[in-house]
């Protein structure tokens, strides 16, 4: 391998970045829900800009393109996705997108370089039609069952006529190659401020944590607000409040060093100014990267329900919806992101795991993967103020290509 | 006045009742919202009633059935409403309306009695179109603006749309003529189990409590659920549910003997499982019919919010957005019921406030009004299995005619 530094082109990659934020432009972010007018220029644009990366592309029946490539050698399969949430950042996927265009382009072109880099962008990892369905249909693990009952989670629209409006409709989808690829590498901005409060560049991601999720329902009795008296009410939502504060206070003794609990959702029935509430729910999600963890904190979800509908008045029931598998990182992979980074970013990297999910979870369930993360100015994520500097997205584009070619010469 | 007891036909009463609660009957309860066809199948069966109790009837422009009088002498006014709470009981309302129609029946037609019993159906009491938007149209408190908004809650029908479907559009809405009665009498079931729990067959409302509500907001940092750490999270949720704890531990403490308090709603934005919330709100509720008590906990409500607020990480804000005005029943009236009951049902009567709201409430404001409470069986409210013993029924029917006759009599 040669140790001349790739001719990774950071005002090419910062130019097709901002194209891409042109399309669908929203404040200083993106609207681009999958299979929205901006959303598939920007597929369309990519799959002209793959030619000229050595790579034919196609556009598949669910919306997925792929650029492949006829290059003798390994071939390394890189990429991220187009589309955005509702509302939200212009780098939260075109930023592994791009990465992986210009590592095609600087690695497919050169002879004196074996083997090649070929480019994904997986549709909607977003979410708005499934959960990772772009990746997962690459995978096998989508069915046209699945298909046929998704609809957009915000408008409700079909995903069989979103897919026939983008002219998709009757593709085949493409699947994984058995052997095609030594493996997947994908970059995204870090949605946290680990790496911004740390002064550092990159991160080596060693694991994408897993989400479990639980339903935990409160039943209690409902009655009329005006006249059922203080001390005999079973007031389901007082219930869920206590529970609520329960895991605030018991939960910091029991979990990981980087376990994260939320309760995003919460529903009080019937749900009336004047009514007490007879039935209450809360959508409570745990994560992390150890099972152990997991296990003995859904134990002590358990022993707290238990403890309060043994204290009363309202019985408290736990659900796990949601069982999730964190997805480990391949030690290969780290090394080259370390490797590279130590040359390219002067060592500024850290190790650590995603508490995101990303398409790499669902690809490294059939070959090795590898993830790296740069700076977001202030962690955030999943809103239109998101933003990382252009020194680091630079930076990050140059460690990124150079961990290609180190996994490409093996 | 005559010390003979008034006719009053218990068997009567309750075959009228079953009449009523076969229109839309459901379980054992009934399921007649406001302008179903039950309901305006109900409103036509009482007018055409009330010509035997020397009334004449009109349904006017809101739906609000009026029996009138031409018998000399002083007029009570009587009633309640005939619609229900969706899938709920069979006497909430028709009972008040029943007691009314049998006093007019015995008062009206006896020649020797000087007076008359004017009887009132209150159009949608249930707030399925607004609140008490029956009686307050009769007190002149009801703008065609606010028609023109109304919409049924469960359905979204527009009120103009329902009228119209009723044969009502462009019917004059009848007002309240000055000086016409000596006042407003109302019975119900007590929607509690004080009566029935004390072996008592009447209740004499002093007061039908004021309702204030507030809403409490909770501003904290919309984030990411995987990638926010615990340590600087600004949960809206959780600054929610501590609150709502908090409410819990420290109203006991401050609160009036009769006071009630509760949370019927809550939401957390964006509402996603994986998104920490960054606001949240509860809808509170105080009832009372102390307005002194009120003050306190408002005090103290504003108090708690400041030092969530002081304490973060999120921002606590309390709001009032509805103003209850406790309505005093007139002693006259607790006189003649508590007097009626003391010959009727051997004095079990007792002296209590109402804790839900009634038309009574609004007729207060412009006459002196009244209220008597009968006995519900395990304080069932708004369920379709509310109920009342027939022996209840019939004592609370006898008690009602002899409180309006010794009203009449001054």
């Not at 994260?260 to 100014?273: C, F, M």
């Not at 358990?302 to 069982?323: I, K, M, N, Q, Y």
Request: one cysteine or more; hydrophobic letters at 40%.
């Amino acid at each position: 391998m040669s140790d001349a530094e790739l001719p990774v082109d950071g005002a090419r990659v910062l130019a097709d970045l901002t194209t891409l934020r042109g399309f669908g432009a929203y404040e200083t972010g993106v609207h681009k829900p999958t299979f929205s007018e901006p959303h598939l220029r920007s597929l369309h644009w990519l799959a002209d800009e793959l030619p000229e990366a050595g790579l034919s592309a196609t556009i598949d029946g669910i919306g997925n393109v792929l650029g492949q490539s006829t290059k003798p050698g390994l071939k390394l399969l890189a990429g991220s996705h187009l589309e955005s949430q509702n509302y939200a950042g212009w780098l939260d996927g075109p930023l592994g997108v791009i990465y992986a265009l210009e590592a095609a382009r600087v690695i497919n072109n050169d002879p004196s370089i074996a083997g090649s880099v070929e480019v994904a962008s997986w549709c909607d990892e977003e979410g708005h039609f499934g959960s990772l369905l772009g990746s997962r249909s690459y995978v096998g693990d989508v069915s046209e069952a699945e298909l046929d009952a998704a609809r957009d989670r915000s408008t409700g629209r079909p995903m069989r006529e979103a897919l026939r409006d983008a002219g998709l409709e009757g593709r085949a989808r493409i699947t994984a190659e058995p052997g095609r690829h030594i493996g997947y590498l994908e970059a995204h901005i870090e949605q946290g401020d680990t790496l911004e409060s740390g002064g550092l560049a990159i991160g080596v991601v060693t694991s994408i944590v897993g989400i479990w999720q639980y339903r935990i329902g409160f039943a209690g009795e409902q009655n009329h607000a005006g006249t059922t008296r203080m001390a005999v009410r079973k007031d389901a939502g007082l219930a869920l409040a206590k529970f609520f504060v329960a895991i605030d206070a018991r939960f910091p003794a029991a979990c990981g060093p980087r376990t994260v609990w939320t309760t995003g959702r919460i529903s009080l029935e019937p749900g009336a100014p004047s009514i007490i509430p007879g039935h209450a729910e809360m959508l409570f999600q745990i994560r992390d990267d150890d099972p152990a963890v997991i296990e003995r904190l859904e134990s002590l979800l358990r022993s707290l329900a238990e403890d309060a509908t043994a204290h009363g008045p309202c019985r408290v029931t736990v659900e796990r919806v949601r069982t999730g598998a964190p997805a480990r990182m391949d030690p290969m992979f780290h090394h080259a992101i370390e490797t590279a980074s130590a040359t390219l970013a002067n060592g500024r990297s850290l190790h650590m795991p995603s508490g995101a999910g990303h398409d790499a979870q669902v690809l490294a369930r059939i070959m090795p993967a590898g993830m790296l993360f740069v700076p977001s100015i202030g962690g955030v994520s999943h809103h239109w103020t998101e933003d990382t500097s252009d020194a680091d997205i630079v930076t990050g584009a140059r460690v990124f290509a150079e961990a290609c070619r180190r996994l490409l010469a093996g």
